[in-house]
């Protein structure tokens, strides 16, 4: 994500749906190119901690990407993977996501 992108982000999604309750501490890895002095301004306009993680480690220090969302995403992986080859060349209906993914994990 480019500085641009990321700081039309903060600023029409982030800050609408975020917490009126302040400071809030945004997490996120400090790759160069999300370095740009009007995200800095508008985070602290607006009581916004920035903490960046060091490039390349987001895998690691981001525990839920490691202890929740890649059991997870294996599981799904794999159930989706059963579920195509016995509908091929069928996409997963959408009325049936929520139900399917209620299996993932289980």
Known sequence: MEADILYNYIKNTFIPHASQERPILLLYDGHATHVDDRVNDLAIENKIIIVKLPPHTSHTLQSPE?????????????????????????????????AFMGTVCL
């Open 66 to 98: 490691i202890s929740t969302f890649k059991p997870l995403k294996e599981d799904w992986d794999a159930k989706l993977v059963a579920w195509q080859r016995q509908h091929i060349g069928v996409r997963l209906p959408k009325l049936t996501f929520s």
